[in-house]
């Protein structure tokens, strides 16, 4: 180690604070960028549930080489009827291996809103230790149309109540937006009346940027929640209402992201039709 003497310990300040006067005139927005760059790119494993039965390894293979360092798996059981089938009989710790051996992690899962009822979440818990979870997200709460206001609220009620043993496990909880939670009830939009019936340590949110569609922001929620957010499902719309790779469409991601990180974002996965992802990848990797 070279010795200090007042002469070095005096020049090395001062470049340490004309450092950090530069970095202080430069955009936050450049920050953001590079944010959401060194944040690990994840996939929601639904767009492509098809392949990833046939060919599980294989197709997760696919995705890193795009750029996907984390996959959101689908519960086996609860989606069983609708495209993940073919891992029910599949150990928990040989899906583990096979992710990890592609490179991949799985820090959440999607489970539908029955599986976190009864003697079902005991169950949904050990699988979820299993695999390496960290957030357990329940991908809405699929009620009917004609469901009330309360209906909603009580949902959330039974919601809160499974959180409090998720998060006893070591895990959160979280929820998933659709469209029709960006619908109004007795004058009040359902999001905002959830976002205030969920307890906010116990359940945190994933936004779903097709919203978009319905003239609602990621950026707006994330600023007017701050922190109450976990991750959030990419995609990206023209104007007409089509689906575009990320950064085609009429997204402003640089806002996005900046917001994300206010909101609280810990994750981001790309959830769009398979031929979007690689292009989707190379653009949130050049941001």
């Known amino acids: 180690m070279l010795p200090i003497n007042r002469r070095n310990f005096l020049s ?6 004309g450092a950090t006067f530069i970095l202080s005139k430069i955009p936050s927005a450049i920050f953001a960028g590079a944010s959401a760059s060194n944040t690990p790119l994840g996939f929601q494993s639904w767009s492509v549930k098809d392949v990833l039965g046939k060919d599980f390894a294989g197709t997760l293979k696919m995705m890193a080489d795009q750029g996907y360092k984390l996959i959101e798996m689908c519960s086996p059981k ?3 009827t609708i495209g993940f089938g073919a891992f029910v009989n599949m150990k928990t710790t040989d899906m583990r291996k096979i992710i990890t051996d592609a ?3 799985c820090p959440s899962c999607h489970f539908g809103f029955g599986e976190f009822n009864g003697d079902q979440l005991d169950d949904r818990i050990e699988f979820a230790q299993q695999l390496g979870l960290t957030q357990m997200i329940c991908s ?3 009620l009917p149309k004609a469901a009330t206001l309360k209906d909603y609220l009580d949902a959330a009620d039974k ?14 909880a979280g929820f998933h937006n659709h469209e029709f939670e960006f619908a109004k009830l007795d004058d009040e939009l359902i999001y905002d009346a959830l976002m205030s019936r969920f307890d906010p340590d116990l359940v945190k949110m994933q936004f779903q940027t097709e919203v978009i569609n319905l003239g609602y922001k990621a950026s707006t929620y994330f600023n007017k929640y701050p922190g109450r957010f976990i991750s959030s499902h990419l995609s990206d719309w023209t104007a007409d209402k089509k689906e575009a790779p990320v950064g085609q469409g009429v997204i402003d991601w640089k806002e996005f992201f900046a917001a994300a990180k206010t909101g609280g974002v810990k994750n981001f996965f790309v959830e769009m039709n398979p031929d979007k992802f690689k292009d989707s990848a190379k653009y949130i990797h050049e941001l």
């Open 78 to 80: 609860g989606y069983a």
């Open 140 to 142: 809405t709460f699929w």
């Open 12 to 17: 090395s300040t001062t470049k340490a604070v």
């Open 103 to 105: 490179g991949l992690s």
């Open 159 to 172: 919601l809160n109540k499974a959180a409090e043993k998720i998060k006893k496990a070591g895990m959160q």
